[in-house]
């Protein structure tokens, strides 16, 4: 029998932070993927994400659908609330959740199967409509839980573990996601944890549909030369377009920076991006650019990573709607139900 339940005792002396949480209370159950994946460290830079920002544990949102990726949210925030949807299906229920209560943190994680293949269309449409929300894609090529086979995301070319050459063209999830409009997007690799977790910090406090997608080798399936997604494919391949960290209100800033080479970018809760260009002719307020940008280096076989795209004055789905102040599941019925008059003074303007 195996026991995967942490103990639930802490340390008196571990660090809190500013809304009294240690970076234990932002764990969840032991991982039961394999040895060494990729997909773990992703929780790990969750982990450490919300604990810098401050987020209340019981204030975010999580959910996924199916396949590896899928099963994260079970060891990263127990306290947070949680839906598993079924295959490709995640971006519709988060969307639904965020109508009803929108005062929550939403975090989406899915994978290149269950978002790429399957999920494509809701992924698409989530984007479009700009759900305020977190959409992390943990990318690795294959399906793992189903032996192998190549995934919507495998490159043309690349090989199988048996040696067999992928002849699909793939689709790029930050392109789409740029194409379709998401209004802060980054890249980054699960073995890079000093870029991912500010990465995931700037999302969660982005307003608006903030996709990151993480390349994060399959140990079992995918991690063997031939493969473009293997660890020391992605290392030899990595080009980071600028450096990001993300500085709250209430913290004071420690970061140092040669004149010349820092930009601020405020968001809309007043946490401030901080982007340290290491591409002289990169910008990341440009979405045309920026997906010009990519577009040459994909040619050039090289993997961009970094925060490629960012618009601070962005508006979500409930903007669109032009919502009320207070999420509607707080609503009472007397909010909920117009009297007489405010039906006919609707009914006097469609005549």
């Known amino acids: ?89 995640m971006p519709s229920v988060l969307t639904g959740a965020n109508i009803a209560a929108k005062d929550l943190i939403y975090l989406g994680v899915s994978g290149d199967g269950d978002s790429a293949s399957i999920g494509l269309g809701q ?96 140990v079992a399936f995918n991690n063997h030369v031939g493969s473009t997604k293997s660890f020391d494919y992605v290392r030899a391949h990595n080009e980071a377009v600028n450096r990001l960290d993300v500085i709250t209100p209430r913290a004071p800033i420690h970061a140092e920076y040669e004149p010349g080479e820092l930009k601020e970018v405020t968001q809309h809760d007043g946490s401030i991006l901080r982007l340290r260009k290491l591409e002289h002719d990169y910008d990341s307020s440009d979405r045309n650019a920026s997906l010009g940008y990519l577009a040459r280096k994909a040619a050039e076989g090289e993997i961009v990573t970094g925060l490629l795209y960012v618009d601070p004055d962005a508006r979500d789905l409930h903007d669109g709607l032009d919502t009320v102040d207070t999420p509607l599941n707080k609503l009472t019925d007397a909010d909920l139900v117009p009297p007489v008059s405010a039906l006919e003074k609707i009914n006097a303007g469609l005549r």
């Open 123 to 218: 992924f698409a449409h989530a984007i479009r409509r700009s759900v305020n929300m977190t959409y992390i894609v943990e990318n690795n090529g294959v399906y793992g839980l189903t032996k192998g086979q190549f995934s919507a995301t495998s490159d043309k070319g690349s090989k199988a573990k048996k040696g067999a050459e992928n002849k699909d063209s793939p689709i790029d999830l930050v392109m789409l996601a740029l194409q379709l409009g998401a209004t802060y997007v980054g890249r980054s690799f699960s073995g890079d944890k000093t870029q991912l977790v500010p990465l995931i910090k700037g999302a969660l406090s982005h307003k608006g549909a903030a996709f990151i997608d993480v390349l994060s080798p399959c």
């Open 1 to 89: 029998m195996t026991y995967l339940a942490k103990p639930p005792l802490h340390h008196p002396s571990l660090e809190r932070n500013a809304v009294g949480y240690t970076r234990r209370d932002y764990e969840g159950r032991i991982s039961t993927l394999c040895a060494g994946c990729g997909h773990d460290s992703i929780s790990a830079a969750i982990i450490q994400a919300c604990f810098e920002i401050d987020l209340e544990p019981h204030r975010l949102a999580k959910f996924s659908g199916i396949g590896c990726s899928s099963k994260t949210p079970d060891y990263f925030v127990s306290p947070a609330h949680g839906f598993n949807a079924v295959h490709g299906r």
